[in-house]
């Protein structure tokens, strides 16, 4: 072996030491990057899910709420339609004469529909005294 190659020997070997041990701690360094990268995320990851709790819990609260003040309202409504509009309905179909007036041009199936509302709710009274539940056919109060 040449004379100036056993002088750069000792030179090599130690840059060859030198970069050997910076690609090891580079490796280690990008190992040790990766865990704490994925340790971040799994954290992020856990942050979410409880901050997602905390939004669900809130949420059904107030939905909670909102469906306690709806049917609150509703229950109100039925309580109104029975009663101030639905007595004032039955009042107002039971002595309306057109309604009993099968001239009057009321189709037969509005005629169903309000001897059906007329059965469920109220008779009508009569005018010759008595009650009638519902209203007469076209064809029957023809023949009277």
């Keep these: 072996m040449p ?10 070997i130690a840059l060859a ?7 090891w701690i580079d490796r280690n ?13 799994i954290m992020s990851e ?4 409880a901050e997602l709790r905390r939004s669900e819990q809130r949420l059904a609260g ?3 709420a ?6 609150g309202q509703i229950d109100a409504l039925d309580a109104r339609h029975a009663t101030i509009i639905q007595p004032t309905l039955i009042r107002e179909l039971t002595r309306e004469t057109r309604f009993s007036d099968p001239a009057a041009g009321i189709t037969d199936g509005v005629r169903a529909e309000l001897n059906r509302a007329l059965a469920a709710v109220a008779c ?21």
């Design 29 to 41: 360094a990008a190992t040790r990057t990766r865990a704490q990268i994925e340790t971040a995320r």
């Design 124 to 144: 009508a009274p009569r005018p010759a005294g008595g009650l009638v539940c519902t209203l007469p056919d076209a064809a029957a109060a023809g023949a009277q």
């Design 66 to 71: 909102i469906g306690t003040r709806v049917t």
């Design 17 to 23: 030491a030198l970069l050997g041990a910076m690609l």
């Design 46 to 49: 856990n942050q979410l899910r």
């Design 62 to 64: 107030s939905i909670g």
């Design 3 to 12: 004379a100036w190659l056993l002088r750069l020997l000792p030179h090599g």
